[in-house]
């Protein structure tokens, strides 16, 4: 059985959190192939579960405006998603920090807009695979 994990933006950029063990996830980012990040992090399956129901409230109702989502509260956290409307979905600035929230080893990057309705399906599958 292939482990729960999601992929967002398109074949230049992309970013994609993908379960490796119970409590291990590899989070990968890809800039044109140009500027690559790919990293072990420590995620227990709620920690996960709690960051993708609090992206799917916002996807659900979407208010408008900008709204940003951590993987995890504090120091020890691997990525960030901002999430910016534009046009019927949202741009993402994603911010990884392999060492945790981390000003100087960190990568900064963005994802073209992707349609709310793909959002909530990438993020409702993600989701079900966890809370089985």
């Given at each position: 059985?292939?482990?729960?994990r999601i992929r967002l933006?398109n074949?230049d950029?992309?970013?994609?959190?993908?379960r490796t063990?119970?409590?291990?996830?590899q989070?990968t980012a890809?800039w044109s192939?140009?500027?690559t990040?790919?990293?072990?992090?420590?995620?227990?399956a709620?920690?996960?579960v709690?960051?993708?129901?609090?992206?799917?409230s916002h996807?659900r109702?979407p208010?408008g405006?900008?709204f940003?989502?951590?993987?995890?509260p504090g120091?020890?956290?691997?990525?960030?998603?901002?999430?910016?409307p534009v046009?019927?979905?949202?741009?993402?600035?994603v911010?990884?920090?392999p060492?945790g929230?981390?000003?100087v080893c960190?990568l900064?990057?963005?994802?073209d807009?992707?349609a709310t309705?793909?959002?909530?399906?990438t993020?409702?599958a993600?989701h079900?695979?966890?809370?089985?």
């Amino acid at each position: 059985m292939e482990e729960p994990r999601i992929r967002l933006g398109n074949d230049d950029v992309w970013l994609e959190l993908a379960r490796t063990r119970a409590d291990s996830w590899q989070i990968t980012a890809d800039w044109s192939s140009w500027l690559t990040a790919d990293f072990t992090a420590d995620l227990s399956a709620a920690e996960v579960v709690d960051f993708v129901a609090r992206m799917l409230s916002h996807l659900r109702a979407p208010s408008g405006g900008l709204f940003s989502a951590a993987v995890t509260p504090g120091r020890n956290n691997p990525l960030t998603l901002k999430a910016e409307p534009v046009g019927d979905g949202f741009a993402f600035f994603v911010r990884l920090t392999p060492n945790g929230d981390d000003d100087v080893c960190h990568l900064q990057m963005e994802i073209d807009p992707i349609a709310t309705l793909e959002l909530r399906e990438t993020f409702s599958a993600l989701h079900a695979a966890l809370v089985v």
